[in-house]
């Protein structure tokens, strides 16, 4: 059912709506307790609040406009998880118990992929009709005594923030309400590139299904699930372009269904599709800064929206709605419980928020992946929103699982992180990296017993390559006075005695060196002193691709001539043959973080106008010219890698089409793997942190560019590694402080699998503690007896 607000248009037929919305809601005096409450919006999120304020408290005054009939409602069916069905169970089992003699179950998802078909189970779905929802929940507000008032337009905001105790706006992704106090809320909302429509077969699946349909316009995808004994929804989804190509645009309602039914009349049996006012639509992320302005609050899709890929749409209303109502029954005030509300909803929608946000783009670069063999890609599918992992899929469907492992060339008992990984002459035995971290503890550039513990340590935790952090070409090139090099004789000397430690107590880690040069982000502060703060004094001249500062307060870079960059190519090649002749065993470029090479890569540091300025081509010259020159002198045998910023988190910066050019014209040079971070380019960057959040664009460039990947960014379980690697989404997974907090993070990934073989294998002085210390015993004796007097 569309809510109050699902048209742009706002019409009200008292004189009151005519009034402009106050910049200041002024609730009554008495906040503590409201008793008159208004709810705009007859939607879920709506009538739930209603039905749990009307039932906690009979006194309430509480009245709830909709603009359209009780019994007019767009899209079929509903799914919930059992986690908001026990929050209803609790809260009301009036309604618990309705909405249980309704529900259609089931535990399975079928993938059907170029002709075939594969299921796996445990998954544990329950749905119902959206219109036997919305009679459940009617009746329930009827009988507790709600004033639903159907066909009727809500008065406009600020008159009913005036007149009641709280006004709950429910009114839809296109809330009236929200819009009347944007200044406040402060919304954003996100258009995506996908089209899709919502409709019905009158059959019931007997599971949850996604279907693909590779057309000659482009690849379409069916998402479809019962939500009664002899009806299932179907959702039709495809890129903009797709969608054109088709022409979908040219199509009225009833062609444009039997048009779905023709291309996917396998999947529905050939049962036709209905519509109910059904329209392509382009789903639309929406995201408030605030949640409520004095005694208006937000609730469900006027606050926030998820795609419905993962089915969150009626959960994460009704769920707002509980924890509003709990809140007003909790808190001493309006204003102390509408904060509560939002604090502790607000964590929770986020991570949806996020999980939705992966799970659409998946489906919208879905053509990456068709590619992919079979089960790769349902399990891939299965994975993309990242609330799914590996050992999740396990515990679901232990069948399932190994079958994708088989595929995928894992040996029997071997998580797919510790399968081997060739690069040129270089085997890796598992897929853990440890990523590259500055440690700021080196004097004139030479690595001290500090690194030798430091990156010993990690060697002997089992990682199967182990990077060092970013080693400097000169000593104008480095970040802070307590960065290593590789310009002098001295400091290969004390690298060399690090990677003969390596290689002679930790055999079977492979060691790597990061090369870069600092550009305009050198001569700085050491990190815990100031990061990216300029030295007090002692500071040395700084050169980039054009002479911007860093933030304000930062030294200004001198613009590289042309003759100088021929002296820092020099410079890198003299760093590269010192690096091999220290035995290093793997040499990563650094083109990443704003540094000297990224500086040239990104349009927000390169404004140049000669031949290494401009276009992304120009832009990649000297980069690559670096490359050409490192590679010279590299010994053949031995792989070399990029680090890039796939993303610059900036407007007018790299994108991540641009990334993935990038990484193709590095591999076309030569490159073995491309290691994928992002941001850190420019000081004012708005990252959207998140776990694994910098993954997606290491899955861009493999599945786009074909180039082997590391991905890097809040990865930190071996769960995440293992689900990673087995769809797909990268080579390599490098983790940073996962190992700060624990140098043997490998090996004990290793132990709480079960894992033994040569993947992981244990020092021989540490076999001892290869499995988990015990501890006491914290269970207490059953009891054995029952005595009766």
């Keep these: 059912m569309p809510t109050q607000g699902a048209r742009g ?33 007859g939607g879920p999120a709506g009538l739930y609040a209603a039905a749990l304020l009307k039932q906690l408290d009979p006194a309430r005054e509480i009245t709830l406009w909709e603009r359209n009939a009780p019994d007019d409602t767009f899209g079929f069916g509903v799914v919930l998880s059992d986690e908001t069905l026990g929050g209803i169970e609790h809260a009301d089992p009036a309604v618990y118990q309705a909405l249980q003699r309704d529900f259609i179950r089931w535990d399975d998802i079928d993938i059907v992929h170029r002709g075939t078909r594969h299921t796996s189970s445990g998954h544990g779905f329950a749905a119902l009709g959206r219109k036997r929802l919305l009679e459940i929940l009617h009746n329930r507000c009827r009988t507790l005594g709600v004033d639903l008032r159907f066909r009727t337009e809500a008065p ?25 106090y944007a200044d406040a809320f402060r919304p954003r909302l996100t258009a995506h590139r996908c089209r899709y429509i919502w409709l019905a077969a009158d059959f019931a699946f007997d599971a949850f299904r996604f279907e693909i349909a590779e057309t000659e316009h482009g690849v379409m995808q069916l998402h479809g699930y019962p939500y009664a004994a002899d009806a299932s929804t179907v959702i039709v989804e495809m890129r903009e372009e797709v969608w054109r190509a088709a022409g979908f645009d040219e199509l009225d309602e009833r062609e444009s269904i039997e048009r779905c039914a023709k291309i996917f009349t396998d999947a529905l049996g050939g049962h036709p599709l209905k519509s109910n006012n059904s329209t392509w639509t382009t789903f639309r992320t929406v995201v408030n800064e605030r949640w409520s302005h004095g005694n208006v609050v937000l609730l469900g899709d006027a ?46 929608v986020a991570s949806t928020q996020r999980a939705a946000r992966a799970s659409l783009e998946w489906f919208e670069d879905i053509g990456l992946y068709v590619g992919q063999w079979p089960r790769r890609f349902a399990f891939n599918l299965l994975t993309r929103s990242r609330r799914v ?16 492992e088989r595929e995928f060339g894992c040996p029997p008992g071997t998580p797919p992180m510790f399968t081997p990984f060739r690069l040129r002459g270089l085997t890796l035995r598992n897929r853990v990296v440890v990523s590259p971290m500055d440690m700021y503890s080196a004097t004139d550039g030479v690595p001290g017993d500090f690194h030798l513990v430091h990156l010993g340590a990690r060697a002997l935790g089992g990682a199967g390559l182990v990077m060092t952090e970013m080693v400097c070409v000169s000593a104008e090139g480095r970040i802070t006075p307590g960065c290593t090099g590789l310009y002098t004789a001295r400091q290969a000397d004390a690298w060399r005695r690090i990677t003969d430690f390596v290689h002679a107590q930790a055999p079977g880690t492979a060691i790597g060196v990061q090369l870069g040069h600092s550009g305009r982000k050198g001569s700085t502060k050491l990190m815990w002193e100031g990061m990216d703060d300029p030295l007090p004094d002692g500071n040395w001249p700084l050169v980039a691709a054009s002479p911007l500062p860093y933030k304000p307060g930062s030294q200004t870079p001198r613009r590289l001539p042309r003759a100088q960059l021929t002296d820092l190519r020099e410079q890198f090649a003299s760093a590269a043959w010192r690096a ?28 140049r106008t000669d031949a290494y300025g401009g276009s992304l081509a120009k832009r990649l010259r000297f980069p690559l010219e670096v490359f050409d020159a490192v590679r010279a002198v590299w010994p053949a045998e031995r792989p070399m890698t990029v680090r890039i910023s796939a993303t610059d988190w900036a407007d007018g910066g790299t994108t991540a089409e641009d990334a993935v050019e990038i990484a193709r014209a590095f591999a076309a040079h030569g490159a073995d793997l491309i290691d994928v971070s992002t941001g850190q380019v420019v000081a004012d960057e708005t990252p959207e942190f998140g776990r694994s959040y910098q993954t997606p664009f290491a899955d861009r460039i493999r599945n786009a560019a074909g180039v082997p990947v590391i991905a890097v960014g809040a990865i930190s379980s071996w769960d995440d590694v293992n689900s990673l690697i087995l769809a797909g989404r990268t080579d390599l997974c490098a983790l940073a402080r996962p190992h700060l907090y624990d140098p043997n993070w490998t090996l004990h990934a290793a132990a709480e699998q079960g894992y033994t073989g040569p993947g ?23 009891p054995r007896l029952s005595l009766t007097s």
């Design 303 to 348: 606050a926030h929206t998820a795609h419905f890929s993962i089915g969150s749409g009626t959960k994460l209303a009704v769920e707002d709605a509980l924890a509003l109502a709990a809140c007003l029954e909790e808190q001493p005030d309006l204003p102390t419980a509408l904060s509560a509300y939002e604090e502790e909803r607000r964590p929770v």
């Design 760 to 782: 992981a294998d244990w020092p021989v002085p540490y076999r001892a503690g290869s499995r988990a210390p015990r501890t006491g015993r914290t269970d207490a004796p059953k």
């Design 156 to 180: 406009y905001p600020s008159w009913l923030a005036e007149t009641y105790d709280l006004v709950i706006a429910a009114d839809g992704v296109h809330s009236t309400t929200r819009e009347a």
């Design 389 to 404: 992992t590996h050992d999740n899929l396990r515990l679901r469907d232990a069948r399932f699982t190994e079958a994708v």
């Design 580 to 607: 091999a002749r220290a035995g290093f065993d793997l040499l990563e470029l650094h083109c990443a973080h704003g540094y000297l090479l990224s500086g040239f890569l990104s349009p927000l540091t390169n404004h």
């Design 9 to 41: 248009d706002d019409i009200c037929g008292s004189a009151a709506c005519a009034r402009p919305a106050t910049d200041n809601p002024h609730p009554p005096e008495s906040t503590s307790h409201p008793l008159r409450v208004a709810i705009i919006g």
